[in-house]
């Protein structure tokens, strides 16, 4: 079993629509969470960091941790055609630990 | 936020002949890099961790001798794909952390090689 899973889509919606990005991990070690968004031919992007379970926001973007049932979530409000990329979800078991990348997902936003 | 250099951002070169990727933190010190490949439409492979003043530590399964990583100062690291081959063709990326929490990481733009 995969460490973290992630649904590589694609996924396309069209111009302000809510977009739900999520994965799924094994090991319940893991506390830390984090979400990349990675545009075509350029490295990753750190969107969110979070700790342990529980919400997070950040302007349009709301990360979701429940370390009950290993699922962590991104929602992307009033989604705009710039949020076109693939979203990579990243989980660690301690702060200075190495980190483990989903295969992340590819999201097109219509517009 | 911080930043990460890396060049060059592509490269082509023959079967047999090395390769040098380096990777530059430009605003910040970075003790630690990590140096990743990425085929298409998959996720980021971590090869090694590049400490500097020291060895670095390779994943699993990633040759040594064949992926050199040097961190000779705390701006710099270097990745050289030793006696490429056309499989060594692929999208390598180096991270930095500026402070202690490694899953706030930059990323370089990364570096396509393609060996023929």
């Known amino acids: 079993q995969k460490e973290v899973e992630q649904d590589p889509g694609p996924l396309s919606v069209p111009e302000g629509a809510i977009v739900s990005l999520n994965c799924t991990y094994s090991n319940s070690a893991f506390q830390y969470f984090m979400w990349y968004r990675q545009y075509s031919r350029k490295g990753p992007e750190l969107l969110m960091y979070t700790y342990s379970s529980g919400n997070k926001e950040d302007g349009r973007f709301t990360a979701q941790v429940d370390k009950s049932s290993k699922y962590i979530s991104l929602f992307i409000r009033d989604s705009q055609p710039s949020d076109s990329a693939t979203y990579l979800c990243a989980i660690s078991k301690t702060s200075y630990d190495k980190v483990i990348f989903g295969p992340g997902t590819s999201l097109s936003v219509i517009p | ?116």
């Open chain 2, 1 to 116: 936020g911080a930043v990460v250099s890396q060049h060059p951002s592509w490269v082509i070169c023959k079967s047999g002949t090395s390769v040098k990727i380096e990777c530059r933190s430009l605003d910040f010190q970075a003790t630690t890099m990590f140096w990743y490949r990425q085929f298409p439409k998959q996720s980021l492979m971590l090869m090694a961790t590049s400490n500097e003043g020291s060895k670095a530590t390779y994943e699993q399964g990633v040759e040594k001798d064949k992926f050199l990583i040097n961190h000779a100062s705390l701006t710099l690291s270097t990745l050289t794909v030793t006696s490429a081959h056309p499989e060594d063709s692929s999208f390598y990326i180096c991270s930095a952390a500026p402070g202690a929490r490694t899953g706030e990481l930059f990323f370089g733009e990364g570096s396509r090689l393609t060996v023929l």
